[in-house]
């Protein structure tokens, strides 16, 4: 269904395929346990999930382990492919085992 709908925009696009695969839902979850249902975005992503996922705390990306944080979808902001759990994650870090309070420039110089 996705090739037939990206085949509709971009003709041709279907001769580019090399190789594909689908995979259910529960073999997806048979594959990774945390995948429950298959879903890859950690569930459902409601207000009160937004605010106490993974674990209602101050800073959810912090561990019991030093040197070891948390950052996932499970984590704020959640779910997408923006990867700003990782770096929420890395301020966390540079915050606890550094002291750095202030983020480093990320911009483009």
């Known amino acids: 269904m996705v090739t037939a709908c990206?085949?509709?925009?971009?003709?041709g696009f279907t001769d580019t395929v090399i190789h594909r695969r689908g995979i259910s839902g529960a073999a997806y979850e048979a594959y990774n346990a945390n995948y429950v249902g298959g879903d890859i975005g950690a569930g459902a992503m409601t207000l009160r999930q937004s605010l106490m996922r993974p674990v209602p705390r101050?800073?959810?990306?912090?561990t019991p382990l030093t040197g070891v944080c948390l950052c996932s979808a499970s984590t704020p902001p959640g779910p997408?492919?923006?990867g700003m759990s990782g770096y929420l994650a890395a301020l966390s870090a540079l915050r606890r085992e550094f002291g750095i309070r202030t983020p480093p420039d990320l911009g483009a110089r």
């Open 6 to 11: 990206i085949e509709r925009y971009a003709p």
């Open 58 to 62: 101050v800073d959810p990306y912090r």
């Open 80 to 82: 997408s492919v923006h």
